[in-house]
């Protein structure tokens, strides 16, 4: 069991491109869930995964974020259009089923936007 | 929706002082709360979670508890020393299918030897 792994660890851009991130929970957890955390801030909710159905979206997630799981493995998180705004740790988790909501959570993709 | 409020925002002690941290939750549906640590460059890790049924949990060092009526819960480290100097998060959950885990907004320890 290595954890919870995202890539890149850091990511700077220009406004108005477009950025992917990837994350690999836990082999066993079927829940994943991505976070977004500016300084002094605590993680704020974005959206969840219970396998490959995404099941809820924060309305912090904008038109131009979106996020998959195709095989209930590992997941992406997409910003298109990039705006300085969106300069964030983007963290993710992965959690058991249902009922264990113990979140287990990456070392997160830290995002500039220039 | 629940929404979660800590403090204080910074703490400063003595090593082998003790260290409070509390927070209150809006939603009286949540019934999980955990308490999360934070590394510089890292992650949240878990460092200790309690359940609505149950009024006190401890593990060595850290204790958390929980006043359902008033609706707020406290974290306890006791013995505090260097390594725990981080930013702790506290976080609310309903515990349904379809919620998602809330957080506060963290509380800053230091600890000076």
């Known amino acids: 069991d290595t954890g919870v792994s995202q890539n890149p660890r850091h990511k700077i851009t220009k406004r108005g491109q477009n950025v992917t991130f990837r994350c690999d929970p836990i082999?066993?957890?079927?829940?994943l869930y991505w976070y977004r955390q500016t300084l002094g801030q605590g993680p704020e909710f974005l959206t969840y995964f219970q396998n490959e159905a995404q099941l809820e979206k924060s309305r912090l997630l904008s038109d131009r974020f979106s996020a998959e799981r195709p095989k209930g493995s590992f997941s992406t998180l997409e910003i298109q259009r990039t705006e300085q705004g969106d300069s964030a740790m983007y963290l993710c988790a992965s959690s058991l089923s249902w009922g264990n909501e113990k979140l287990f959570f990456g070392s997160g993709t830290q995002l500039s936007v220039l | 929706g629940e929404n979660v409020e800590q403090h204080p925002s910074t703490l400063s002690v003595q090593e082998g002082d003790s260290a409070v941290i509390k927070c209150t939750y809006s939603d009286s549906a949540s019934n999980y709360f955990p308490w999360y640590k934070q590394e510089l460059g890292k992650g949240p890790q878990l460092i200790i979670d309690?359940?609505?049924?149950?009024g006190e949990k401890k593990d060595q060092r850290i204790a958390v508890t929980l006043n359902k009526t008033a609706k707020h819960f406290s974290l306890h480290i006791t013995e505090t020393q260097p390594e725990d100097s981080a930013v702790y998060f506290c976080?609310?959950?309903?515990?349904?299918?379809?919620?998602?885990?809330?957080f506060g907004k963290g509380t800053t320890l230091s600890v000076s030897s």
């Open positions: 309690i359940r609505s049924n149950v």
């Open positions: 082999s066993e957890h079927n829940r």
């Open positions: 976080a609310a959950h309903r515990g349904q299918a379809g919620t998602a885990l809330i």
